[in-house]
C-alpha cells in the first residue's frame, strides 16, 4: 500500500496535474490540503474516472483538506475532538475551519491536515496555530490510549520546520513563524505520544524539502523548507518500508509550491 500527503495549492488549479500524478506514481491514498473551494466546487469526477472515491471539507476559497483513495474510504470523520476554531475579531465567535479530515482506507486511519500558518510571532494566529496543535495531540494521545494497536496516519502540511536543516538557512528565519521553539515543542508534542515522522529516515537532510516559495527563486535555488510530514502511529509505522520527496512533481508549469511525500507500507 502506498500513502501520500501533499498540499496542492488550489485543486481545481492542478486536478489534472493530481490525476495524472496519481496514476503515474502509483499511490493508493492521497491526503490533499489547501484545496481552495467550497465541497461542491470540488471536481470529484475527475478523480472518480481513475478510480478514486473523495471525502473533502471546504468552506470558502481558503484552507480546505480532503482524503482520496482507491482502496476504501469509511468512517470519514470532518475535524478531530477538541479542534479549535478561529476567529479575526474578538467579537465574533471562532469558527471550526476545513482544515482536518479522516477515513478509514484500507484499514488505515488517514488524516488530512493544514495546520494554521501562524503568520507572525505578533499576529494572534500563532496562538491558535499553538492551540491547534496542542488539541491535535490530546486527540492523538486519546486514539493512542483507546487502540495502541491502531494504525494511524498523520498527513499533511504542518506548517513547522521542527529541526534546523528543515530549511536552507536560519538566519533568514530569525524572528519568523515555522521554526520558533514554541512551535518546535508543539510538533515534537505530537511525536512524543507516539507517532513518528516516517519519512526522514528514508529522506535524511538537509536540504530535503517538501516547500520552495513562488518568490525569489526559491526552487531553482534550492533554498527550501521542510513542513510537510506523514506521522504514524507504531503500529503503522512498523510496516514503512521506504518513503520519498518527489521533488520533480515541483517543476515545471504550474507545479502547487509543495511537493507529494510518499510512504510505502508492507
Given at each position: 500500500?502506498?500513502?501520500?500527503?501533499w498540499?496542492?495549492?488550489?485543486?481545481?488549479a492542478?486536478?489534472?496535474?493530481?490525476?495524472?500524478?496519481?496514476?503515474?506514481?502509483?499511490?493508493?491514498?492521497?491526503?490533499?490540503?489547501?484545496?481552495?473551494?467550497k465541497?461542491?466546487?470540488?471536481?470529484?469526477?475527475?478523480?472518480?474516472?481513475?478510480?478514486?472515491?473523495?471525502?473533502h471539507?471546504?468552506?470558502?476559497?481558503?484552507?480546505?483538506?480532503?482524503?482520496v483513495s482507491?482502496?476504501?474510504?469509511?468512517?470519514?470523520?470532518?475535524?478531530?475532538?477538541?479542534?479549535?476554531?478561529?476567529s479575526?475579531s474578538?467579537?465574533?465567535?471562532?469558527?471550526?475551519e476545513?482544515r482536518?479530515i479522516?477515513?478509514?482506507?484500507?484499514?488505515?486511519?488517514?488524516?488530512?491536515?493544514?495546520v494554521?500558518?501562524?503568520?507572525s510571532?505578533?499576529?494572534?494566529?500563532?496562538?491558535?496555530k499553538?492551540e491547534?496543535?496542542a488539541a491535535l495531540?490530546?486527540?492523538?494521545?486519546?486514539?493512542?490510549?483507546?487502540?495502541?494497536?491502531?494504525?494511524?496516519?498523520l498527513?499533511?502540511?504542518?506548517?513547522?520546520?521542527?529541526?534546523d536543516?528543515?530549511?536552507?538557512?536560519m538566519s533568514?528565519?530569525?524572528?519568523?513563524?515555522?521554526?520558533?521553539?514554541?512551535?518546535?515543542?508543539?510538533?515534537?508534542?505530537?511525536?512524543d505520544?507516539?507517532?513518528?515522522?516516517?519519512?526522514?529516515?528514508?529522506?535524511?537532510?538537509?536540504?530535503?524539502?517538501?516547500?520552495?516559495?513562488?518568490?525569489?527563486?526559491?526552487?531553482p535555488?534550492?533554498?527550501?523548507?521542510?513542513?510537510?510530514?506523514?506521522?504514524c502511529?507504531p503500529a503503522?509505522?512498523?510496516?514503512?518500508?521506504?518513503a520519498?520527496?518527489d521533488?520533480?512533481?515541483r517543476?515545471?508549469k504550474?507545479a502547487?509550491?509543495?511537493a507529494?511525500?510518499i510512504?510505502?507500507?508492507?
Amino acid at each position: 500500500m502506498r500513502i501520500a500527503t501533499w498540499n496542492v495549492n488550489s485543486v481545481r488549479a492542478r486536478v489534472d496535474r493530481a490525476v495524472a500524478w496519481l496514476q503515474r506514481s502509483d499511490v493508493d491514498v492521497v491526503a490533499l490540503q489547501e484545496t481552495k473551494c467550497k465541497d461542491a466546487q470540488f471536481p470529484y469526477e475527475a478523480f472518480r474516472e481513475v478510480g478514486y472515491e473523495v471525502a473533502h471539507v471546504g468552506l470558502s476559497q481558503w484552507n480546505g483538506v480532503a482524503v482520496v483513495s482507491r482502496v476504501g474510504l469509511e468512517d470519514v470523520e470532518v475535524g478531530f475532538p477538541g479542534q479549535p476554531g478561529w476567529s479575526s475579531s474578538p467579537e465574533v465567535e471562532a469558527a471550526t475551519e476545513a482544515r482536518a479530515i479522516g477515513a478509514t482506507c484500507g484499514g488505515v486511519r488517514v488524516w488530512s491536515l493544514y495546520v494554521p500558518n501562524g503568520r507572525s510571532l505578533e499576529d494572534p494566529h500563532l496562538a491558535y496555530k499553538l492551540e491547534w496543535l496542542a488539541a491535535l495531540r490530546a486527540a492523538g494521545a486519546d486514539w493512542m490510549s483507546a487502540d495502541p494497536q491502531a494504525q494511524i496516519a498523520l498527513c499533511g502540511d504542518w506548517n513547522v520546520a521542527p529541526q534546523d536543516d528543515d530549511v536552507w538557512d536560519m538566519s533568514v528565519f530569525e524572528g519568523s513563524t515555522h521554526v520558533t521553539q514554541p512551535e518546535r515543542d508543539a510538533f515534537h508534542a505530537v511525536v512524543d505520544t507516539g507517532f513518528a515522522d516516517v519519512v526522514r529516515p528514508h529522506a535524511p537532510g538537509p536540504g530535503t524539502y517538501t516547500y520552495w516559495d513562488y518568490k525569489q527563486l526559491r526552487f531553482p535555488r534550492r533554498e527550501g523548507m521542510r513542513i510537510d510530514f506523514a506521522l504514524c502511529s507504531p503500529a503503522l509505522a512498523d510496516r514503512v518500508t521506504g518513503a520519498s520527496i518527489d521533488r520533480e512533481e515541483r517543476k515545471g508549469k504550474g507545479a502547487s509550491d509543495h511537493a507529494p511525500v510518499i510512504v510505502d507500507l508492507a
